[in-house]
Nanobody, 130 residues
Framework: QLQLVESGGGLVQPGGSLRLSCAAS????????IGWFRQAPGKEREGVAC????????TYADSVKGRFTISRDNAKNTGYLQMNSLKPDDTATYYC???????????????????????WGKGTLVTVSS
């Protein structure tokens, strides 16, 4: 069974840090690009950060550049999102998603439009508040 499970969310004060994890099972993890997306109440889903299957290339939303870092460990079938200098505007449910590498389209387009994703996790809530 193909599955992505996010963890690491929680309540953090502004300026704090969290690291989200995305554990994959039932798939050849290194055959997939992965991305982190978020959705706040009343807002559209937003692509936060994405990474290629080998981890060589990454892309970030302008709103998180310099604060968030995406990475992956294919040996552990796990992706990560390190979030530093968190702001109240970062409050959202964060989702991990994966797309097979043989689908058309660039990493940047995948991240911006979240189209043709093959698998989605159920999300983890991040709340940034004092």
């Amino acid at each position: 069974q193909l599955q992505l499970v996010e963890s690491g969310g929680g309540l953090v004060q502004p300026g704090g840090s969290l690291r989200l994890s995305c554990a994959a099972s039932g798939l050849s993890f290194d055959y997939y690009y992965i991305g982190w997306f978020r959705q706040a109440p009343g807002k559209e889903r937003e692509g936060v950060a994405c990474i290629t299957n080998g981890g060589v290339a990454t892309t970030y939303a302008d709103s998180v550049k310099g604060r968030f870092t995406i990475s992956r460990d294919n040996a552990k079938n796990t992706g990560y999102l390190q979030m530093n200098s968190l702001k109240p505007d970062d409050t959202a449910t964060y989702y991990c998603a994966a797309r097979r590498i043989n689908r058309p389209g660039s990493l940047q387009a995948m991240c911006a439009q979240s189209v043709d994703m093959d698998i989605w996790g159920k999300g983890t809530l991040v709340t940034v508040s004092s």
